[in-house]
């Protein structure tokens, strides 16, 4: 009976004993250490593939040092946002304001020379509105004209072809006749090489239209870049007038802004 009663108490204490070891349940915080899911933070931090990275953070991983950017319009232009390089293309304009001096020459009886100044295509805006002006004189002061017009390119300025109506006001005054007043007509431009590289014009207009006093103007210039600003031109224009018709040579030296 004593034998059981050791028996039972030795048994008792081993089940208490043992009891923590394998009767417990799971751990739980087992299950939080474990990296759940820290593999799901690394898919933000995952460089975007090439299709969906902007071309803004394309320009800013290029390898290049700071100087090269700093000395590059270009590329600072893109790094700040990638242009629309078809748009600008076609509204860009591929001529140029031009400042002009240069020497003419008069082929009527007495073949007077002189000089010629004047601006071509003021930009005015965004348009294709523009502003020239020019004056001519001999130095016997035996001819002269002078005047302003508006141009209003059509076509996208841009472009290798061009065409504007013309109008404004004209003076011109001979040893045989003199007139004044509107003038008006068009103007049609080739441009064979962009951004003032190159370009040929013809210019159709009437000063004082459907009057005794009326003129014709018949003009063709031709100019090509010497450097990347200076241009040299040469016009050949025909005044057409009831009195006499005089021919107008010019080689001009033009400053492109």
């Known amino acids: 009976m004593k034998l059981n009663y050791w028996f039972v ?27 759940p899911t820290q593999e799901t933070p690394q898919t933000e931090e995952t460089p975007p593939t090439p299709e969906s990275a902007t071309p803004n953070s394309s320009a800013r991983d290029l390898d290049l040092s700071p100087e090269i950017i700093e000395n590059s319009p270009v590329l600072r232009r893109w790094m700040r946002k990638v242009p629309n390089v078809l748009e600008s293309i076609k509204n860009d304009p591929s001529f140029r304001t031009r400042l002009r001096l240069g020497y003419s020459q008069f082929t009527a009886d007495d073949r007077s020379s002189g000089i010629k100044v004047g601006i071509e ?17 001999s130095f016997d002061g035996d001819y002269s004209l002078y005047g302003g017009d508006l141009r209003y390119y059509i076509l996208p300025l841009g472009g290798y072809i061009n065409v504007a109506p013309v109008i404004g006001y004209r003076h011109i005054d001979t040893d045989k006749y003199d007139t004044s007043g509107l003038n008006v007509g068009a103007r049609l431009l080739f441009v064979f090489s ?20 009326e003129v014709g103007l018949t003009t063709i210039s031709v100019g090509y870049a010497l450097t990347e600003n200076i241009r040299l031109s040469t016009d050949i224009q025909k005044q057409n007038a009831r009195q006499r018709k005089d021919t107008r040579l010019a080689v001009v030296l033009e400053w492109m802004l």
């Open 194 to 213: 962009r951004t003032g590289g190159g370009d040929i014009s013809l210019t159709q207009s009437w000063v004082s239209p459907g009057t005794s006093e």
């Open 9 to 35: 108490l030795i048994s008792g204490c081993l089940t208490l004993v043992t009891t923590p070891a394998w009767a417990q349940t799971p751990e739980t915080p087992q299950t939080e250490e474990t990296p």
């Open 121 to 137: 295509d003021i930009f005015l805006g965004k348009t294709g509105l523009t502003l020239s002006g020019e004056y001519s004189t």
